[in-house]
Structure formats: C-alpha cells, structure tokens
C-alpha cells in the first residue's frame, strides 16, 4: 500500500512531534499509512519547507503546515 499522507519534518522540532502524533493516529483509525521525510537530508526541502514544517501533503497536494488538524485531516482521508 502507498502510503497516501507525507509528513515533512525536522529533528527537534516540536510541532513536527506534535503534527507526528495528529497524522500517526488519524492514519491509524483510518486504516492509511503515512511516510515521514526529514528535510534536513535534502537542501532543496530545507529550502521549499524550512519555514513551514511540519508540512503534510495528501494524495501529492499540500495538505497544511505548522499544525495539522485531525478533523481536516481525516476529511481529506475519507474522500
């Protein structure tokens, strides 16, 4: 199964712990998988997101930045 929510972050970011947290357990009760990419590996990330991780994207389109909403995001999963 493709994993259909990514989740951009950082080491040591706390939002990014929080957004974890929100996405780990929508996906769950949901069924999806999610795959988490750290920017730091990549410049080009470091450069398109360094100001606005955590970033989610669902099915390939920007989801939200800084927070992720579970209601939201669970929304977007079921359609």
């Known amino acids: ?5 990514t989740l951009y972050s950082k080491p ?16 769950s009760e949901l069924g999806e998988q999610y795959v988490e990419v750290d920017i730091t590996t990549d410049p080009e990330l470091v450069r398109r997101f360094g100001e606005e991780i955590p970033v989610t994207f669902v099915d390939g389109s920007q989801h939200d930045f800084w927070r992720v909403d579970a209601e939201r995001l669970a ?5």
């Not at 199964?1 to 929510?5: D, G, I, K, S």
């Not at 040591?12 to 996906?27: E, F, K, N, P, S």
């Not at 929304?75 to 359609?79: C, D, F």
Request: charged share 30%; with cysteine.
């Open 75 to 79: 929304r977007a999963l079921r359609r």
């Open 12 to 27: 040591g970011c706390h939002l990014c712990d929080d957004a974890r947290t929100v996405v780990a357990r929508v996906c």
């Open 1 to 5: 199964m493709t994993p259909r929510v």
